[in-house]
């Protein structure tokens, strides 16, 4: 498809949010023994990065490769797990680490699977929430920011593999 990206939340705006998240992440896992944040790959990369130093606590990291969207720009509802993690989280407080949460297939699937292993808690910090995007029932307890319903990209999240280097957030508009 032809098209354009514009601008929609500035690289200063999404450093800022990210540092507000880290901060109210650390004062929420404050004296935990363990806390994995657990990335889902390729997406979440780059958010990680940053969250991860805006957060004030040890923390280990760990990393899922799944996949439901291949290079389309819906979801093919059939999640699947390309990479699993490499560590055992029973008993530790899991942070499942997002950049998008849109249809929702995504991350509930993966809760349910790590829920399976017995970690202390579990729990979701997504950049981004499309609810007008939802088809099953997945909750955040942190959000950086709500988006319409756009094809969002850039800050790590891509269409068809292209732009994830981008330092913004960018919607896809058809030219
Ligand atoms: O809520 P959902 O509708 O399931 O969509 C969200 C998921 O879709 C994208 O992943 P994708 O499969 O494109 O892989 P990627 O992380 O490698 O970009 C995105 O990174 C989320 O993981
Ligand atoms: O808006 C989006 N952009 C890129 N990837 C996605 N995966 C789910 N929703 C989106």
Redesign the pocket.
């Known amino acids: 498809m032809e098209h354009k990206v514009e601008q929609m939340i500035s690289a200063e705006a999404l450093q800022q949010r990210v540092k507000e998240l880290g901060d109210e992440i650390s004062t929420y896992y404050a004296g935990s023994e363990h806390l994995i944040l657990v990335g889902?790959?390729?997406?979440?990369v780059i958010f990680m990065a940053d969250l991860a130093r805006a957060i004030d606590q040890p923390v280990t990291l760990d990393f899922m490769t799944?996949?439901?969207?291949g290079n389309a720009m819906s979801?093919t509802r059939d999640?699947k797990v390309l990479k699993d993690l490499d560590e055992d989280i029973e008993g530790a407080d899991v942070l499942l680490i997002?950049?998008?949460?849109?249809?929702?297939?995504?991350?509930s699937k993966v809760l349910a699977m790590l829920a399976l292993r017995n970690p202390r808690s579990l729990k979701i910090c997504t950049l981004l929430d499309k609810p007008s995007?939802r088809e099953v029932d997945v909750a955040a307890k942190w959000v950086g920011f709500e988006v319409p319903d756009t094809f969002v990209v850039g800050y790590g999240?891509?269409y068809s593999q292209r732009y994830r280097n981008l330092p913004y957030l960018g919607k896809v508009v058809p030219v």
């Open positions: 889902l790959l390729r997406g979440s799944v996949s439901s969207y979801s999640v997002e950049d998008i949460v849109d249809s929702g297939h995504t991350l995007g999240i891509d």
